[in-house]
C-alpha cells in the first residue's frame, strides 16, 4: 500500500509508514494503542520502549508495558479494518485491469485511432469512479464502526433494563404472592379456630341433650335411694318413698325426644370463588350464614358456588375493576348493623388484618405496571366473617395481653396499604421488666379519652355506689379512683378481710380491709388499703367509696365495647444479662429511659402464652441518621440483657480469607502499612492493584447519604467482620477484637494491620461482596533478629523502625513457611540513594538496636544446686526486672548540666510566677493538687539522700505519733520526709502524708522514724485551678471530675501561673499542658468543655484586654500560635482565643442579684427500733438480702404481713418531696430514701461518700450507695421496729477467713427471695444484734451445701463442745424397701485416712524442712525428728515405697475415687508416691486432683497413673504438714505489679524472697493447734525468717 492508494489515516504519525497486516508468516506493523489515547505502530513503539516501559512522543507520558511488552498493548480495529479494507478494494481493481487487459489482446488490431481515443477516456472515467468509490467505502467503515460500537451498547444496555426489571418484578411478584397466601392463610386460621364454638350452633341439640342428662341423674338418684332404702328399711320414713317408685317405675318413650336435631346443618358454609385475568387475580373466601339444613341436603364436598356460571355481570365487571372486590349488596347493606352489634365479631382475625367492610382502598403490593393495569392490584382479597356473632365480655385480668380481644378496632392504617401490617405505634404504659411490661396503640388515644369520660361519668352515679349488701371477690371488675377526679376500670386480683392475715377468695365490702387490683388500661397493680375514721358500718362504706366503685351487670355491658387498652409485651428471645440473678433494676431503667413516654414501633414477632412476643424499634436520637433504634439490640449492647439462641452454640461469624502470603526467597515489593515493633508488623504488596478498587468500591458502596437499616452494628461480635469509618471518614474493611467498654468496640484493619477504638455507631455490616479478596495486610516480623535482652523491644527500636520503613516501599523477602496464625518471618531492605539495597535489620543490629540470634549466649549455663527437697516448678508470672534506678535521675542533659542549687528545705517560688514548668506529682480535686518544680528535682533528690542518712541507720523507738507529727518514712525501700495525719491507735498502722508528693499512704510503725527539725519542711505545692467552680450547684467535686483530671494529671509535666501569691493553700493558679498535637490546653478550660465545671461569674466591667496581653507576653501563647504552622495537619486550637467584634450601641442589662451561699443545716435523726427477736426453735423465714461478709436478712411471717402495711403507710403519708436543702450528716442515723422505683423506704446512713451515700434499707436489709438527692434526714412510721432480722451461720467458717464472693453469689442464688425453714441457735445480748442461725432448704442443711463446694468448713470444736448440731425437721420421706439381695459389695477394700505425725509441745522448736510453699505465709514442711524414723514391720516408709515401685505393674488400677481416699500416684520422676484424692477436674477425659500427703504438691493426673494403696503404709504418718506461718501478714497497700494469680494479696517478689529464705536450716515451734495449725519459722541465726521481707515492705507484721 503507498501513499496515494489509502487515506492519511492508515499511516504512522511518528515514521509515516503504512500500517500492514500479517501475510504469509510475516510479521505485519499494526497500529497500536497507548494509555493515553495516541496511536502509533509497532514498530516505533518497539524502538521507543526501554527497560519495560514506554513514553508516548506526543505527551512524553510514560508508561509500564504489560505482560507480552508492545504486543500486548491493545491493538486499534478501526484502523485494521480500514488497512483490511484498501486492500481489498485494491486486490479488486487488479483483477479488474487484468480482466480489461485480457479483453483488448482478444480484439482485432484493425481498430482505428477513434476507437483507442475512446478507450483512453473511458479508462480515465473508470479511474475517477473507483476513486469515489474507494473514499466512500472508507467513509462507510468509519460509520459501521460507530455504528457497532452503539449496536453494542444498546444491545448490553437492553439486556441489562431486562434483567434489571426482570428481577424486580420477580421480587413484587413474589412478596405481592407472599402476602397474599398471608392473609390467606390468617383467614383459614380464624376461621378454624371459629369452629372451636360451633356447638353454640346447634342450640337444638344442646337442649335435647340437657334434657336426657337430667332424666339420667333424676335417675340415679332415685336408684341410690331405692338401694339405700332397700338395705335399711327404716329410712323409708325419711324419704317419699312413692316418688322414688314413681320415678323408677317411669315409662322410657323414645319419641319424647327429638333425634331428628342431629341431621340438620349449622347453616354456615364455607364459599370460594376466583376468577383469573390476564393482568389481575380476584379471590373472594366468604363464610356465608343461611337458614340451617338437613345434612343430606347440603352442597357436596367438592361443589364450589363461586365457580357456577350464574355469577351476575357486575361481579365479573368488579373483579376486572382497579378497585378492591366489595361484598354483596345485601352484606353491604348489613355492614353498619354489623359493626354496631358485633364489635368482638373480629375477635378471631390474628393481629395485623381487619374485617372486610373497611378496607376500600387501592393496595400498594406493586409499585409498577403497565398498560391497562396500571390502577388494578394484584392480588385482592375479601373477608367476611359471620354476622351473628353475640356480644363478648373482655376478659379483666393481666391475661388479656394476648391482643385477640382488641382485633376489631384496627385503624385503616393498619391494613394492606402498610407496607408492613406486622408494626403498629404504641406507647410503653408499664414495664414490670424487659420480659413483662404494657402498650397502648396511639391509635386509640381518642377512644381511650372517650372511655375515660364514660368511666367517670358511670361513677358519678348514686347506683355505683358499695351498699353494705354488697361482696367484692377476686376476679371481678371495679371501678378504683386513680387520682382526683380520675376513676379507671380494674380487675380485682386479691381481697384481703379485716381480720385475716390471708387473702380470701370474697368478702362483704363493710368488713373490706385491703384490695389489690390490676388497671386494664394501664397494665400496673395497685394495693388500696381501705382505712375508715370509725369502727361502723356507715363508716366503713364511705371509705370503700371513696376508693371503690362498683360495676353493675348493665355497666360491665354497656364498657363490653371498649377492648382493654393495654397489652401484655415481651421482647422476643431476651433474657438477662446474668440468669442467676434474674433481671436487674438497671436493666428496667434502661428500658424505661430508652423508651420514656414517647411513640414507639411495635413490630409483632410471634406469641407466647398470655404475652406478644415483639421488638421495639425509637426513632434515632442522632438527626444525622434515620435508622431506628432497636430496643432489643439496645439492651444486649449495654449489657443488661443477653439474646437466648441455644441453636447457634458454636457458631462461629464469616471470618475474611487469610492473606496470601509470597513464596520462600522471592523479592517482592511493598509498603509497610503499620508497625508494632519489629517482630509485629503488617505489610501490603504493591503489585496487587486490587486494593485500590476495593477502596473505591467500599466508598461507593457505604458512602450513601441514608444508611440502610440491615446494615447498621448493634452489638457488635468478637471476631465479627464488618467495615469501620476511619478518622479520615473513609471507609474499610476491619474485624471486631475488643469490646473496651462504654459502648465502644476495639477493630484491627485487616486491610492495613492497624487497631483502633470506635463508636459502634462508625460500624456498619459488611457486604457479601466484599468477602471475595483475602486480607491485604500480611502479618511479618523481623528474622534473624531479636532484642537486645531477649525478650521485649525496646521504644528506641521501634521507632528507629517505624523511621526507616512505615509507610514506604520496600523489598520483602521471606524466609521459611510458617502458619497462617504466626508473623511471616521476612527480610526487609530499603532502597538509599546510592543505589543498592540496605537491609534493615542489620542498621538495626549496627546502632546497637537489637541483635542477632547466633550471637546469644545461653542463659542456663551455670553449676546445678543440689538440693533435696522438692519445690513447684517455676511460676508462671516470673518477677520483672528491676531497674535499679530511681526515677529522679531521669533528668534531661541540659538539667544535669545546670548548677546544683543551694540545698534547702523548703520551697520557695521564683520571683517569675508565670509559665513555670512544673510536675503534678498527685491529685485530690481540681480544688486540691500538688505540684513541684521541675527546677528542683536534683534538690528532691539530694533531700532523699539526706534522710536516708540521718534516719536509716537508726533503731526503731518506742515514739506515740501524734497527729501533724513530722517524720522520715521508708516508703518502698526509700526513706522521704511525711506528716502523720491522724493518732496512732493499736493498730500499729500509721496514715502519712508524703511531704514531698501531697499522697497519703498507710505504714507499720516500724517504717517510721523522727525527722530532724532541720529537715521538716515540704518541696511541694498544693494548688486550686482558679476561674472555674462545681458543676451542677455542688459546693464540692464530683468524683468523675476528680478521677479525670486524676488520670490526665497525675506524672504529667506542665506549665503553670500563680495568680496570687499568699501564704494561704492551696494557691490559685492556671495550669497548660501539652495535648497530643503539642498545643497547651488550658485544664479549667478542658473541665468546663467536658461538663464538669463551669465558669465562674466575672464582674462587666473587667478589662477584657488582659488575656490578650498575658497571651502575648506568655511562651505558652507563642507557642499555642505556632502550633498549627508547624503540625503537618493543621487542627483547631483547643483554647478559647478572644475574637474582635463590632461594638454596638446596646441599654445596660440589669445586673444580676448577689448570690447567697446555702449554709449547711445541722440535723440530728435517731436510730429506728430495734427488731423483735425471734424465740429459740425452728421457725419459717423469708430471706430478702445477702450482704458481701455473708450476713443473711430474713424477715419473720408476721414482719412479711406488717412490711405490707407498712408501706402502704408510708406511701399514704408521703404525699410530696420534701424540701431539699443543706444537710450536715454525721449526725444523721435513722433516714428516708426515695427507692429507684420512687417509692419510700426506710433506711439506715451507713457512710458518706462525696455526692453519694451509703444507705442500708432497715426493713430489706440491703445496702446501696444512692446519691444525696435521695435521702432525707427525717424517721418514717418510727413507732413500727425494723423488721428484717441480721442473721448469721453457726458453727461454719468461711475458707480464708471471709466469705468469697463466689461464696457470696451462691447464697444469693439458693436464699434470696425464698422462704427457708431457720432453726435459731443463739440470741444476741444486743437488740441490734445478729441472730446465729442455722438454714435447711428442702430439709438439706445450708451447711453441707456450702461445705460441698469448699466455700466454708464446719468448725468440729463447737460442735463437740455443745455435744448435738441442729437438725432440721424430720422430712415427710416415703418409706423405700429396697432388696440388696444378690448386690457385690466394693471390689476395692475401703482404707481409712492417713495419721499425722505427733508434734512437739507448743514453744519447743524442732528442725524442719519445707518442702512446698503456697503463700509465703502458707506452706508444707517436714519434721525431721521423728517422722522419717518411723518402721512398720521393721522397713521405712522409702524402702516400702522402693518395694512396691519395682513391682508396681502387680498392683490394680484405682477404682474408688472418694473424697479424701487414700491411693498411689505417679510423679514427674516416673515413680509412685503416697496421695489423696482431692476431686475430679474433668469428665472428658476423666482428670483427677490429688495431693502427695509426703510432699504437700498437688498434680491433676488420669486415672491410669493412679494405683490402689497398700493397706500398710497408712501405718506411716504423713511427712507433709500444711501449717500457717504466724507473725506477718500481706501488706495492706501491695504496690508491687506482678501478684500470685491464686492469691492476689501477695506479690510474686514476696514469694520467690521467700523461698530464698526458706532454703538454710530452719527450725520451728508450734504456736497454735487451732483452728489451723500454726506456727513460727526461725532461720541459722535464731530470728525469724520474715523480717528481711518486712523490712523491705513486702509484708506487714501481724
Not at 507576653?1113 to 486550637?1133: F, I, K, M, R, Y
Not at 486415672?1503 to 494403696?1509: A, E, I, P, V
Request: proline share 7%.
Amino acid at each position: 500500500m503507498n501513499r496515494g492508494e489509502s487515506p492519511s489515516c492508515a499511516f504512522c504519525k511518528l515514521c509515516g509508514e503504512a500500517f500492514t497486516l500479517p501475510e504469509n508468516e510475516v510479521d505485519g506493523n499494526l497500529p497500536r494503542v497507548l494509555l493515553c489515547g495516541h496511536i502509533y505502530c509497532t514498530s516505533c513503539l518497539v524502538t521507543n520502549q526501554c527497560d519495560n516501559v514506554i513514553k508516548c512522543p506526543e505527551c512524553e507520558v510514560e508508561w509500564t508495558l504489560p505482560e507480552g511488552g508492545v504486543y500486548g498493548l491493545q491493538e486499534d480495529s478501526r484502523i485494521i479494518g480500514l488497512v483490511y479494507t484498501t486492500k481489498m478494494n485494491k486486490n479488486k481493481s487488479l483483477r479488474c485491469d487484468r480482466l480489461k487487459n485480457r479483453r483488448r489482446s482478444k480484439m482485432s488490431p484493425s481498430t482505428d485511432i477513434n476507437a483507442n481515443r475512446d478507450d483512453t477516456e473511458q479508462q480515465a472515467d473508470i479511474e475517477k469512479i473507483e476513486k469515489a468509490v474507494d473514499e466512500a467505502l472508507v467513509l462507510a467503515a468509519e460509520n459501521l464502526a460507530q455504528l457497532d460500537h452503539i449496536h453494542e451498547t444498546l444491545t448490553s444496555g437492553l439486556a441489562e433494563q431486562v434483567r434489571r426489571e426482570r428481577a424486580r418484578l420477580e421480587m413484587e411478584i413474589k412478596q405481592a404472592a407472599d402476602k397474599a397466601v398471608h392473609a390467606i392463610q390468617k383467614w383459614k386460621d380464624a376461621q378454624l379456630s371459629q369452629l372451636r364454638n360451633l356447638e353454640a350452633h346447634f342450640s337444638n341439640s344442646q337442649a335435647e341433650v340437657c334434657s336426657v342428662q337430667k332424666r339420667m341423674k333424676a335417675l340415679d338418684i332415685a336408684i341410690q335411694m331405692a338401694r339405700e332404702v332397700r338395705r335399711v328399711p327404716f329410712l323409708e320414713q325419711y324419704c317419699t318413698l312413692d316418688t322414688v317408685l314413681e320415678t323408677l317405675q317411669a315409662p322410657m318413650d323414645r319419641k319424647a325426644f327429638d333425634m331428628k336435631c342431629i341431621t340438620v346443618g349449622s347453616g354456615m358454609s364455607c364459599v370460594f370463588q376466583s376468577e383469573g385475568l390476564n393482568h389481575s387475580l380476584s379471590l373472594s373466601l366468604k363464610m356465608e350464614v343461611s337458614s340451617p339444613k338437613l345434612l343430606s341436603e347440603s352442597p357436596p364436598k367438592g361443589h364450589q358456588p363461586g365457580s357456577s356460571s350464574s355469577k351476575p355481570p357486575r361481579q365479573h365487571a368488579r373483579g376486572r375493576s382497579s378497585i378492591c372486590v366489595t361484598p354483596s349488596r345485601n352484606n353491604l347493606s348489613n355492614s353498619p348493623k354489623w359493626r354496631q352489634e358485633s364489635p368482638g365479631a373480629n375477635s378471631l382475625t390474628p393481629p395485623g388484618s381487619s374485617p372486610s367492610p373497611r378496607p376500600r382502598r387501592k393496595s400498594s403490593l406493586s409499585r409498577h405496571s403497565s398498560g391497562s393495569d396500571l390502577g388494578s392490584p394484584d392480588v385482592i382479597i375479601e373477608e367476611l366473617i359471620d354476622e351473628g356473632r353475640k356480644h363478648a365480655v373482655p376478659p379483666t385480668g393481666p391475661e388479656l395481653a394476648n391482643d385477640k380481644w382488641r382485633i376489631h378496632r384496627r385503624r385503616k392504617s393498619q391494613l394492606f396499604s402498610n407496607k408492613r401490617n406486622i408494626a403498629q405505634w404504641v406507647v410503653v404504659a408499664h414495664i414490670v421488666n424487659p420480659s413483662h411490661f404494657y402498650v397502648r396503640y396511639l391509635a386509640e388515644r381518642k377512644e381511650s379519652e372517650i372511655l375515660s369520660k364514660k368511666i367517670n361519668h358511670l361513677c358519678s352515679r348514686e347506683r355505683c355506689h358499695f351498699t353494705s349488701s354488697d361482696t367484692v371477690e377476686s376476679g371481678s371488675m371495679v371501678f378504683v379512683k386513680s387520682k382526683e377526679g380520675l376513676w379507671c376500670r380494674a380487675s380485682v386480683v386479691d381481697v384481703v378481710q379485716s381480720g385475716c392475715m390471708e387473702a380470701v377468695k370474697t368478702c362483704p365490702v363493710p368488713h373490706l380491709a385491703s384490695i389489690r387490683v390490676f388497671f386494664l388500661d394501664y397494665g400496673l397493680t395497685k394495693s388500696v388499703i381501705i382505712q375508715s375514721e370509725e369502727d361502723s358500718t356507715e363508716s366503713s362504706l364511705r371509705a370503700v367509696n371513696n376508693h371503690l366503685r362498683k360495676v353493675e351487670d348493665a355497666v360491665k355491658v354497656e364498657l363490653g365495647q371498649f377492648a382493654p387498652e393495654v397489652i401484655r409485651c415481651s421482647l422476643k428471645d431476651l433474657v438477662p444479662y446474668d440468669p442467676t440473678k434474674g433481671w436487674s433494676k438497671e436493666a428496667q431503667v434502661e428500658f424505661s429511659s430508652v423508651v420514656g413516654s414517647a411513640a414507639v414501633e411495635m413490630r409483632l414477632l410471634g406469641q407466647d402464652r398470655d404475652s406478644l412476643l415483639v421488638d421495639l424499634r425509637k426513632a434515632p436520637m442522632d438527626q444525622s441518621s434515620d435508622v431506628p433504634i432497636s430496643v432489643r439490640e439496645y439492651l444486649v449492647f449495654i449489657e443488661v440483657a443477653r439474646f437466648y439462641s441455644p441453636v447457634t452454640l458454636g457458631r462461629r461469624p464469616l471470618r475474611y480469607y487469610p492473606p496470601v502470603y509470597p513464596k520462600i526467597n522471592t523479592e517482592l515489593n511493598a509498603v509497610v502499612s503499620h508497625i508494632n515493633n519489629p517482630a509485629d508488623f503488617y505489610i501490603q504488596l504493591v503489585d496487587n492493584m486490587e486494593s485500590v478498587l476495593l477502596s473505591a468500591k467500599l466508598q461507593e458502596s457505604y458512602n450513601a447519604t441514608t444508611v440502610e437499616d440491615n446494615l447498621s452494628v448493634y452489638c457488635p461480635v468478637i471476631e465479627q467482620a464488618c467495615v469501620a469509618r476511619y478518622d479520615d471518614k473513609l471507609w474499610y474493611r476491619a474485624q471486631v477484637i475488643g469490646h473496651p467498654g462504654d459502648r465502644k468496640v476495639e477493630v484491627r484493619y485487616v486491610d492495613f494491620g492497624n487497631k483502633k477504638i470506635l463508636s459502634v455507631s462508625d460500624l456498619r455490616k459488611i457486604k457479601d461482596e466484599f468477602f471475595a479478596l483475602p486480607c491485604m495486610a500480611i502479618h511479618c516480623r523481623l528474622s534473624d533478629v531479636i532484642p537486645l535482652d531477649g525478650e521485649t523491644w525496646s521504644d528506641a527500636c521501634t521507632s528507629r523502625l517505624i523511621s526507616l520503613a512505615h509507610q514506604k516501599l520496600v523489598t520483602v523477602v521471606a524466609t521459611e513457611t510458617v502458619p497462617k496464625s504466626e508473623p511471616l518471618p521476612v527480610k526487609v531492605f530499603e532502597s538509599t540513594l546510592n543505589g543498592p539495597l540496605a537491609n534493615v535489620a542489620e542498621l538495626l543490629v549496627k546502632e546497637e538496636l537489637a541483635c542477632f540470634k547466633e550471637g546469644l549466649k545461653s542463659s542456663d549455663a551455670g553449676p546445678a544446686v543440689e538440693d533435696s527437697a522438692i519445690w513447684d516448678p517455676p511460676l508462671e508470672c516470673g518477677l520483672a526486672t528491676e531497674d535499679g534506678e530511681d526515677a529522679l535521675d531521669q533528668n534531661s542533659p541540659r538539667e544535669q548540666d545546670e548548677e546544683p542549687l543551694e540545698f534547702q528545705t523548703q520551697l520557695k517560688l521564683p520571683a517569675q510566677l508565670s509559665d513555670m514548668k512544673v510536675r503534678v506529682s498527685h491529685v485530690n480535686s481540681p480544688s486540691s493538687f500538688y505540684v513541684h518544680l521541675t527546677r528542683y528535682d536534683s534538690l528532691l533528690k539530694r533531700m532523699c539522700d539526706r534522710v536516708k542518712q540521718e534516719c536509716a541507720l537508726t533503731e526503731p523507738q518506742d515514739v506515740v505519733w501524734k497527729k501533724d507529727m513530722y517524720c522520715a518514712a521508708q516508703i518502698n525501700g526509700v526513706w522521704e520526709r511525711g506528716q502523720v495525719c491522724s493518732d496512732v491507735t493499736s493498730s500499729n498502722v500509721a496514715e502519712v502524708m508524703r511531704c514531698d508528693h501531697g499522697n497519703k499512704v498507710k505504714l507499720d510503725v516500724s517504717n517510721l522514724r523522727p525527722l530532724p527539725s532541720s529537715l521538716i519542711g515540704s518541696l511541694t505545692l498544693e494548688c486550686t485551678l482558679t476561674d472555674i467552680r462545681p458543676a451542677g450547684g455542688r459546693s464540692t467535686w464530683t468524683a468523675t471530675a476528680c478521677d479525670l483530671i486524676s488520670y490526665y494529671l497525675t506524672g504529667a509535666s506542665a506549665v503553670m501561673t500563680v495568680k496570687e501569691l499568699t501564704d494561704e493553700r492551696p494557691a490559685p493558679v492556671s495550669l497548660f499542658c501539652s495535648n497530643k498535637v503539642g498545643q497547651f490546653v488550658n485544664i479549667a478550660d478542658f473541665l468546663a468543655s467536658e461538663g464538669l465545671a463551669l465558669r465562674e461569674r466575672k464582674p462587666r466591667n473587667a478589662d477584657v484586654e488582659k488575656p490578650k496581653q498575658s497571651a502575648a507576653q506568655s511562651p505558652v501563647g507563642e507557642t499555642q500560635s505556632d502550633g498549627p504552622e508547624n503540625s503537618p495537619h493543621s487542627a483547631p486550637s483547643l483554647l478559647p482565643l478572644p475574637t474582635s467584634s463590632p461594638v454596638f450601641s446596646t441599654p445596660t442589662p440589669p445586673k444580676p442579684a448577689p448570690r447567697t451561699i446555702m449554709s449547711a443545716e445541722k440535723v440530728k435523726t435517731q436510730l429506728y427500733q430495734p427488731p423483735e427477736l425471734p424465740c429459740l426453735g425452728h421457725l419459717q423465714m423469708s430471706v430478702s438480702a445477702i450482704g458481701e461478709d455473708g450476713v443473711i436478712y430474713a424477715r419473720t411471717q408476721n414482719a412479711e404481713c406488717q412490711l405490707e402495711q407498712l408501706r402502704e403507710r408510708i406511701q399514704q403519708s408521703m404525699k410530696t418531696l420534701p424540701r431539699q436543702k443543706l444537710y450536715t450528716w454525721k449526725s444523721v442515723l435513722g433516714c428516708a430514701v426515695i427507692g429507684p422505683d420512687m417509692l419510700w423506704y426506710r433506711g439506715q446512713m451507713l457512710e458518706v461518700l462525696g455526692g453519694h451515700v451509703k444507705v442500708q434499707y432497715v426493713d430489706y436489709g440491703l445496702v446501696e450507695n444512692i446519691p444525696v438527692v435521695h435521702v432525707y434526714p427525717m424517721l418514717l412510721c418510727d413507732d413500727v421496729p425494723q423488721l428484717c432480722l441480721p442473721c448469721r451461720l453457726h458453727s461454719i467458717n468461711p475458707v480464708g477467713g471471709r466469705w468469697q464472693r463466689d461464696a457470696v453469689a451462691l447464697l444469693k442464688e439458693v436464699l434470696l427471695n425464698r422462704c427457708v425453714d431457720m432453726q435459731v441457735m443463739e440470741l444476741p445480748t444486743d437488740p441490734r444484734g445478729v441472730l446465729t442461725v442455722e438454714l435447711f432448704l428442702d430439709g438439706l442443711s445450708l451447711h453441707r451445701i456450702l461445705c460441698h463446694h469448699e466455700h466454708a468448713m464446719m468448725d468440729r470444736a463447737d460442735l463437740a463442745q455443745e455435744g448435738h448440731s441442729a437438725m432440721s425437721p424430720a422430712p415427710l420421706l416415703d418409706y423405700w424397701d429396697f432388696d440388696t439381695e444378690g448386690l457385690r459389695g466394693p471390689e476395692e477394700p475401703l482404707l481409712g485416712s492417713f495419721i499425722y505425725p505427733n508434734l512437739p509441745q507448743e514453744g519447743e522448736q524442732f528442725q524442719v524442712r519445707v518442702k512446698h510453699l503456697w503463700t509465703p505465709n502458707e506452706l508444707f514442711l517436714w519434721p525431721l525428728e521423728g517422722s522419717a524414723d518411723v518402721e512398720v514391720d521393721g522397713e521405712t516408709l522409702d524402702e516400702a515405697l522402693t518395694r512396691i515401685n519395682a513391682n508396681i505393674s502387680s498392683l490394680p488400677r484405682l477404682t474408688n475415687f472418694c473424697h479424701g481416699g487414700p491411693c498411689l500416684a505417679e510423679y514427674s520422676d516416673g515413680k509412685y508416691y503416697r496421695a489423696k484424692l482431692i476431686k475430679l477436674t474433668s469428665a472428658e477425659p476423666v482428670m483427677v486432683l490429688v495431693q502427695h500427703v509426703d510432699f504437700g504438691s498437688d498434680d491433676t493426673l488420669p486415672t491410669s497413673k493412679l494405683r490402689q494403696m497398700p493397706a500398710e503404709l497408712l501405718g506411716f504418718p504423713s511427712r507433709a504438714l500444711k501449717v500457717k506461718v504466724g507473725g506477718f501478714k500481706a501488706p495492706s497497700v501491695n504496690r508491687q505489679k506482678d501478684v500470685l494469680p491464686y492469691s492476689p494479696g501477695w506479690s510474686v517478689k514476696a514469694a520467690m524472697e521467700m523461698i530464698d529464705l526458706l532454703h538454710s536450716d530452719i527450725t520451728a515451734s508450734v504456736v497454735a493447734r487451732e483452728p489451723e495449725l500454726t506456727v513460727l519459722l526461725y532461720n541459722e541465726d535464731g530470728e525469724p525468717v520474715h523480717l528481711p521481707l518486712v523490712s523491705s515492705g513486702l509484708v506487714e507484721l501481724e
